[in-house]
């Protein structure tokens, strides 16, 4: 039976942090932890999650939990299981949530160097689309177009011009034993990947866009829509990948207008609609790589 | 676990732990004081769908007695639950 | 007891072998690989239980090797040099967290210009991160302090990581004979790590975490005082060592005709060997110099320092060390001690063995000659004083 709000564990264990008002990361950590349950032993780098729930005496995880170097969440995350697994103790996830910096710029050679080992670990990505924690600067997976500290928008550079780094048909590329995208507007969708991938052995990489009220400058209450809306336009996707092979698992039957999305977001507001053509190129592009090399269930 | 307030701060260096590591949920403050707005749910209209508890950023929402609570200790007031709503049972209020 | 022909890698690698790590996570540099090499072969001979974790950099080698320490498991690691410095973040990490992790060291010269060979740049550096740090002086104190390493490290005053240092190739790659305990003494000494700082699935924690302004201070004193009473532990574990073993160790120090000596060389690591042999031709003359071995960098000797500068003329402090930019590292630190102890006695600094450069009996001789002349100065052996 696949989980939904009614079936999911009613226990919370990541309770009275101090993330943000509508924070999207915390909600993917909060019902992340509520699939895996009170035996999931948690590291998370330096970043949001760290930084809103491991302030002493204030300590906002209930399982067990530690914050790694911002480089080493994986291999930390290694440590954890092989220690744990060295004391006999078997019966417990391994899990990290770590940001898009901590993903895709600064973390990747150690999650890559777990992928290669296939170290039993569950990895999580939650994706806000820049370094958000130390207050909106560029990374890898700050998508084009996108405004932030570090990539202001002037007259002569309209904020940041590069993609968004493939984060998961990276990991894909290693062979690993399960990758999969997800939203934190597709709670359903990603609370059964979760639970999918800890029954899963080996190295275990789950993506989820999780929209930043504060970095991506929308009204707090809106999170959850933008979540959706970056799906139904196209510009994010639910995939998975295992065995070898690529899976669609949602296939929008019309896109909805990228530029409706781009314009409600104040990191976009300098964006041209020569821009957005760019953009919605770009999305066209993606998706005929996905049709052709995804199986779309 | 479930997080949850406790009476005593660490303070002294005895209290103070020697190493950084110390009892998982240990909270010491609340975060009602963010809000400007808060979630008021009524329960006539509530038929249990659990969204607003599904989607909370910050899971202030249980489920009791097949419609929903809220812990306005640790309500931010995002209004997220209030969007999730489809049946008109969540309205944000102005923090008196 | 049995003898063996080991190297210092492999020497210390059996003393690990000894002390039943867990985990082990470790990433290969010249000159630390055979003590790598030595405990893969271990675990694939099945003749050492543990987890062998092949990460893909020096970062991840102690990043995974905390990991392991915070589920309560007992961690190793080694590297040298470069990739000593690469984890750096990771050193002041495992301290801060009291996780009593061991890392070997194979002391090399650091880049630029690049060059594999020994000194001890590397560790002196990081001096500063909250490590207990050993130097060795041969093999067979490389394979004892291996095992006496976890017994300090994890005492329950300390809860402190340890760095033992083995001089690049002229102690890592050189020969010697050596005893080597027997597993079931080593049980014996040395008993599984119990903890509480720890992520435990029974009673769960939150680790490694953050803390304000308010209360840090408090963190960063019992993390001092924690490296302190490491000294305590040391003689500790010393005298049980040789209670098992029969083999005594000296603390912080080792004197030889130290103490009632006029002009002393105090020094470090695999060089002692030779300042040593230089003294006994001094006492056959009839001329009363010393070595004073600096066994622990930290804690740091004070007391022992204090006690035999007290009576002598002139000290050197001989070491493979330069802080640029003002003096060798371990010179600051003894004429600190000196300071604090009163004692206006003349120090001079002789810099030397940089990069693997040879240091000379002849040297050692020169250095006592100048020791007579009873002055404070730094200079770089075969080059001279730098410009005043």
């Known amino acids: 039976m696949s989980l939904t709000g009614k079936t999911l564990n009613e226990e919370e264990f990541f309770y009275g942090h101090k993330a943000c008002a509508g924070c999207g990361g915390s909600l993917a950590v909060r019902i992340a932890l509520k699939v895996l349950g009170e035996r999931a032993v948690a590291v998370l780098p330096a970043g949001c999650m760290s930084a809103v729930a491991f302030n002493f005496p204030q300590l906002c995880f209930g399982n067990n939990a530690m914050i790694s170097t911002f480089a080493g969440t994986a291999s930390m995350l290694t440590g954890v299981e092989a220690g744990l697994r060295a004391q006999g103790i078997n019966d417990f996830q391994a899990v990290g949530f770590a940001g898009d910096g901590g993903t895709a710029d600064i973390g990747i050679q150690a999650l890559s160097g777990a992928i290669d080992r296939n170290d039993n670990i569950l990895y999580i990505c939650y994706d806000n689309e820049a370094y958000m924690n130390t207050g909106i600067q560029k990374s890898s997976l700050t998508p084009f177009g996108a405004k932030t ?149 | 676990m479930k997080p949850y307030l406790r009476d005593k701060v660490p303070t002294t260096l005895s209290e103070i732990p020697d190493h950084t590591a110390y009892e998982a949920g240990y909270l010491v403050t609340k975060n009602a004081g963010w809000r400007n707005i808060r979630p008021v749910i009524n329960l006539e209209k509530c038929v249990g769908c659990l969204q607003c508890y599904l989607y909370c950023p910050d899971g202030v929402i249980s489920k009791e007695e097949n419609k929903v609570r809220l812990d306005y200790d640790f309500c931010k007031g995002c209004g997220i639950c209030k969007k999730m709503c489809h049946f008109d049972a969540i309205q944000m209020e102005v923090e008196k | 007891m049995a003898k063996e022909f080991l190297s210092g890698n492999e020497a210390f690698a059996y003393g690990i072998r000894l002390a039943r790590p867990q985990v082990i996570s470790a990433y290969p540099i010249t000159p630390q690989t055979i003590v790598v090499e030595k405990l893969s072969e271990m675990v694939e001979d099945s003749s050492l239980q543990a987890e062998f974790i092949h990460v893909e950099s020096e970062h991840s080698a102690l990043s995974c090797a905390i990991g392991a320490s915070a589920v309560g498991a007992r961690a190793f690691t080694a590297t040298s040099s470069q990739g000593l410095l690469y984890m750096a973040e990771c050193l002041t990490y495992a301290a801060g967290g009291r996780f009593p992790i061991v890392m070997m060291n194979a002391n090399r010269s650091t880049a630029l210009p690049w060059n594999i060979y020994g000194d001890q740049r590397d560790s002196l550096s990081l001096l500063d991160c909250g490590w207990i740090q050993a130097y060795a002086e041969n093999a067979q104190e490389s394979l004892d302090l291996a095992l006496m390493s976890y017994y300090i490290a994890e005492h329950k005053k300390v809860s402190t990581p340890f760095m033992a240092n083995l001089d690049g190739f002229v102690l890592t790659h050189t020969y010697e004979v050596v005893e080597v305990p027997e597993a079931k003494q080593a049980d014996l000494f040395l008993k599984p790590y119990v903890t509480e700082n720890k992520l435990d699935l029974s009673y769960p924690k939150n680790l490694a975490f953050s803390v304000g302004p308010d209360h840090n201070t408090a963190f960063k004193f019992k993390e001092h005082l924690g490296i302190l009473r490491a000294k305590e532990a040391i003689d ?153």
């Open chain 1, 149 to 297: 500290t570090t990539t202001p928008a002037g007259e002569n550079i309209r904020g940041n011009l590069r993609p968004k780094k493939n984060m998961f048909e990276i990991t894909a590329a290693h062979g690993i034993a399960y990758a999969a995208t997800a939203s934190i507007g597709f709670l359903n969708d990603f609370m059964n990947k979760v639970e999918k991938a800890s029954k899963i052995k080996g190295t275990k990489y789950i993506h989820v866009i999780a929209p930043c009220p504060t970095g991506w400058g929308t009204a707090t209450d809106e999170t959850i829509d933008f979540a959706k809306e970056i799906v139904d336009c196209g510009l994010w996707y639910l995939a998975e990948y295992e065995n070898d092979e690529f899976i669609l698992n949602y296939k929008p039957t019309e896109f909805t207008d990228v530029e409706t999305y781009l314009r409600k977001q104040s990191r976009f507001a300098q964006l041209t609609d020569e821009d957005i053509q760019v953009v919605r190129e770009s999305r066209d592009k993606k998706w005929e790589r996905i049709q052709k090399n995804y199986k779309v269930k």
């Open chain 3, 236 to 388: 500790e574990a010393e005298h049980k060592f040789n209670e098992i073993f029969g083999r005594q160790y000296t603390g912080l120090t080792e004197s030889y005709h130290a103490d009632d000596a006029d002009y002393i060389i105090i020094t470090l690591g695999s060089i002692a060997g030779l300042v040593r042999e230089t003294v006994d031709k001094y006492r056959e003359k009839g001329e009363k110099v010393g070595l004073l071995r600096i066994r622990y960098m930290r804690p740091f000797p004070n007391e022992e320092i204090a006690a035999v500068a007290r009576n002598a003329k002139a000290i050197g402090i001989l070491e493979k060390d330069i802080s640029f930019g003002n003096e060798g590292t371990v010179y600051t630190n003894v004429n600190s001690a000196l300071q604090k102890a009163g004692l206006s006695i003349p120090s001079s600094n002789f810099i030397g063995g940089l990069g693997g450069r040879n240091i000379s009996e002849h040297e050692i001789e020169s250095i006592f000659e100048e020791l007579k002349n009873e002055k404070s100065t730094v200079s770089f052996l075969g080059i001279g004083g730098g410009e005043e």
